[in-house]
């Protein structure tokens, strides 16, 4: 079960950081922005991630999921506001 969780949010939380990163970055029409947060954002979020784990590594601690996930949705709840605000 710990499996099933950790493979979910090794793709969902990547994915919806990077998402609210182009939605923050990119200011197209309306209905075209979740389209192109769908599709770039897994990309971004990938490397947004790579950058966690070296920061992580340069620390000197492991990669296990709770601190990876902790670092992660924090990096989301940083971009949700600035996404929010483009979207209003």
């Given amino acids: 079960m710990t499996d099933a969780i950790a493979?979910?949010?090794s793709l969902a939380l990547p994915w919806l950081a990077g998402a609210l990163m182009v939605l923050a970055l990119r200011r197209a029409q309306p209905d075209a922005r979740w389209l192109l947060?769908?599709?770039y954002g897994y990309l971004l979020g990938a490397f947004a991630t790579t950058l966690v784990l070296r920061a992580f590594s340069a620390a000197g601690m492991r990669w296990t999921l709770?601190?990876?996930a902790a670092?992660?949705?924090a990096l989301i709840v940083a971009l949700a506001?600035?996404?929010?605000a483009l979207l209003a």
């Fill in 81 to 84: 506001a600035p996404a929010r």
């Fill in 71 to 73: 670092a992660m949705i």
């Fill in 7 to 9: 493979l979910t949010l």
């Fill in 37 to 39: 947060g769908a599709g």
């Fill in 66 to 68: 709770l601190p990876l």
